[in-house]
């Protein structure tokens, strides 16, 4: 009698863990967030997306795993391209796949360790989060919000100022 299959996300040390069975569900889930319009130009970009997804199945699925965290949800909805970073230049154009899993891997786990759920967010929403508020004579009141960086880069963050 075969054991039921191992619920998602399977540990990447586990020996299913580069089973394209258990890749597949989830990068056709996330291709669509990571191209979400409906353009030829997107449905290509998706292919390649799942295509290379398949290419690297043990380190894909350690990044799924990764952000499967319940608390990343509000940062991934505002900025789904983190599915893909494993398929791109990050950090340094000279980042073998292994590399750049480690250095998101130790990124998001900084975050879940370190940030409070409200604050992951409210940083990921479009108003931010409001640091504080002043006011200066003459020149009125001012708000300092922290929101996600406008570049889509794991770890930046932006200080704006309000009127």
Request: hydrophobic letters at 45%; charged letters at 20%.
């Amino acid at each position: 009698m075969q054991s039921a299959p191992a619920p998602w996300p399977v540990p990447p040390s586990s020996p299913e863990a580069a089973s394209p069975v258990r890749l597949w569900p989830e990068l056709l889930r996330t291709a669509h967030l990571v191209y979400p319009e409906a353009t030829r130009h997107n449905k290509l970009n998706r292919l390649k997306y799942l295509l290379r997804g398949l290419l690297l199945a043990p380190s894909s699925l350690a990044l799924l795993e990764i952000l499967a965290a319940p608390k990343l949800r509000p940062l991934l909805a505002a900025r789904p391209r983190v599915y893909s970073r494993l398929q791109w230049p990050y950090l340094d154009v000279r980042f073998r796949t292994e590399s750049k899993l480690a250095a998101l891997r130790a990124h998001h786990t900084f975050l879940l360790s370190t940030f409070p759920d409200s604050l992951l967010t409210a940083i990921s929403s479009p108003e931010g989060f409001r640091l504080c508020s002043f006011e200066l004579e003459e020149l009125g009141s001012y708000t300092v919000l922290l929101k996600a960086g406008l570049f889509e880069k794991e770890g930046e963050l932006s200080l704006s100022l309000f009127e």
